[in-house]
C-alpha cells in the first residue's frame, strides 16, 4: 500500500503575514463580501440608552457638572431675563386685560338677547345691532338724567357752603369742639379754596386726566363687548379648536358650563340692578323727592352693580341728598334702602343666583373682596363669575382625576 503523496509546499515556511498552519488565509474577496455585509445590513432597533436590561453598554448620563459654567450661567440669566420680561409685560397690559375680560363677561351676559331675537327670526347681525342701541340708549339716558343734577347740587353746594358751616358753628354741642380744633376754619379753607382737589386729583390737570381716563376705559369696554358679542361664536369654536380632537367634546362641555355660569352671573345681576332701580325711584318718587327721584335712582343702578359695598354706598349717599330736601324725608329713605338690603341679600339675590351661579356665599365675600383689592371696581365685577368657573373646574375636572387615584 503505497503513502500518501506529501501536500506541496506543507514543509515550507509561511511567508511574514500568511495564516496559521490549518487556517485559510483570507482572500481580497472575502474581505470585500465582510464589508459589503456589514455596509448593506439593516439597521438595528434603537436601544434605551439608558436601559440597564439592554444588549448594548448604557451611554453615562449627562451631568449639569460636565456643563460649561459660562453656558450655564448665560442660559439661566437669559431665562430669567425673559421670566422678568414677561412678568413686567403682563403688569403694564393689566389694565388692558382686565377690560377685555370684563367686556367678554359683558358679551356673554347680553348674548342670550341676541339669540333670542336670532330664533324669532331677526338675522344676527342685525339683533347685535339692536342690543347695542339699546345699551347706548341706556348709558346716554342715565348720563342725561344724572349730570344735570350733579352739576345742579354741586354749584348750589358750592354756594351755601359758607352758611351750612355757619349752622354748625352755632350749634352749641359743636362749637365747643370747633373752638378746640377749628374744624370749621379748616373745611372753609380746603373746601373754597379747592385744595381738596390738588390733594385727592394732583390738580385740576389730575382731576381732567381721572375723568378722561374713567370715560376712555367705559368707551373701550362697550366697543370690545360690541365686538365680542357680534363675534362670539366664532371665538367660542377658536376656543374649542385648541384642545386635542379626542378630548374636544369634553372641553366643550366644559366651556359651555363655563360660559353659561358667566352669563348667568351678568344676566341675574342685571336682574338685581334693575330691581333695586325701580324700588329707589318709585319710593323716591312716593316720598316727593321729584326731579331726583331719577337722577338718584341712576345712582343707586350704578352703584347696585358694585358687589358687596355697593348698596351701602348708595344707601349713604341718597340718604344725605334726602336729608339735605327735608329731615323727615332723609330718615325715612334710609329705613327703607335698610329694609330693601335685607330684602335684596336674603330674598331677591338667592333666588336669582342659586341656579346661575352655584357659589357658596363665604367665597362670593372673599373673591369680590380680592378682586376689589387688586384690581378695582372692575375687579370686584369679574371675581365672582370668575370664581363659579373655578369652581366648576374643581368639581369636574379636579376631583374625578383625584378619585382615579
Known amino acids: 500500500m503505497t503513502a500518501p503523496a506529501p501536500i506541496a509546499g506543507a514543509d515550507a515556511v509561511a511567508p511574514e503575514g500568511a495564516a496559521s498552519p490549518g487556517v485559510a488565509a483570507p482572500t481580497e474577496a472575502r474581505r470585500w463580501r465582510r464589508w459589503l455585509r456589514r455596509f448593506t445590513a439593516a439597521t438595528p432597533p434603537e436601544v434605551d440608552r439608558y436601559d440597564p436590561l439592554a444588549d448594548e453598554p448604557a451611554s453615562p448620563r449627562s451631568n449639569l457638572l460636565d456643563k460649561s459654567p459660562f453656558a450655564i450661567g448665560f442660559f439661566a440669566t437669559l431665562g430669567g431675563l425673559l421670566a422678568f420680561a414677561l412678568v413686567a409685560t403682563l403688569g403694564a397690559l393689566q389694565w388692558v386685560l382686565l377690560l377685555v375680560i370684563l367686556a367678554l363677561y359683558l358679551a356673554l351676559g347680553l348674548n342670550p338677547g341676541v339669540e333670542w331675537l336670532h330664533r324669532h327670526g331677526v338675522p344676527r347681525p342685525m ?6 342701541l339699546l ?4 348709558i346716554v339716558l ?4 344724572v349730570l344735570p343734577v350733579v352739576t345742579q347740587q354741586v354749584n348750589a353746594l358750592a354756594q351755601n357752603m359758607p352758611s351750612y358751616l355757619e349752622d354748625l358753628r352755632a350749634n352749641g354741642a359743636f362749637a365747643d369742639i370747633d373752638a378746640r380744633f377749628g374744624i370749621v376754619d379748616r373745611i372753609s379753607e380746603t373746601v373754597l379754596s379747592g385744595a381738596w382737589i390738588e390733594g385727592v386729583f394732583g390738580g385740576l390737570l389730575g382731576a381732567g386726566l381721572a375723568i378722561a381716563n374713567v370715560v376712555v376705559s367705559l368707551v373701550i369696554t362697550l366697543v370690545l363687548t360690541l ?19 379626542s378630548k374636544r367634546p369634553r372641553v366643550r362641555y366644559l366651556a359651555n358650563q363655563v360660559f353659561v355660569r358667566i352669563g348667568g352671573y351678568i344676566r341675574g345681576l342685571f336682574i338685581v340692578v334693575g330691581c333695586a332701580t325701580l324700588a329707589a325711584f318709585l319710593f323716591l318718587n312716593i316720598v316727593g323727592l321729584g326731579s331726583l327721584s331719577l337722577a338718584l335712582a341712576v345712582v343707586v343702578m350704578v352703584c347696585a352693580f358694585i358687589p358687596i359695598v355697593g348698596p351701602s354706598t348708595s344707601m349713604v349717599i341718597v340718604s344725605i341728598v334726602a336729608y339735605s330736601v327735608s329731615p323727615a324725608i332723609g330718615l325715612a329713605t334710609l329705613v327703607f334702602f335698610l329694609i330693601y338690603l335685607q330684602v335684596d341679600a336674603y330674598l331677591l339675590q338667592p333666588r336669582i343666583f342659586q341656579h346661575s351661579v352655584q357659589v357658596p356665599g363665604a367665597l362670593v365675600v372673599l373673591a369680590a373682596l380680592s378682586g376689589g383689592v387688586l384690581f378695582g371696581i372692575a375687579g370686584a365685577l369679574i371675581a365672582i363669575p370668575t370664581a363659579a368657573s373655578l369652581l366648576l373646574l374643581y368639581r369636574e375636572v379636579l376631583i374625578p382625576e383625584l378619585d382615579r387615584r
Request: charged share 5%; glycine share 4%.
Open 127 to 132: 339683533a347685535v345691532t339692536l342690543v347695542a
Open 135 to 138: 345699551l347706548v340708549a341706556f
Open 142 to 145: 342715565g348720563a342725561w338724567a
Open 227 to 245: 365686538y365680542f358679542l357680534a363675534s362670539l361664536p366664532a371665538i367660542k369654536a377658536a376656543i374649542y379648536e385648541l384642545a386635542p380632537a
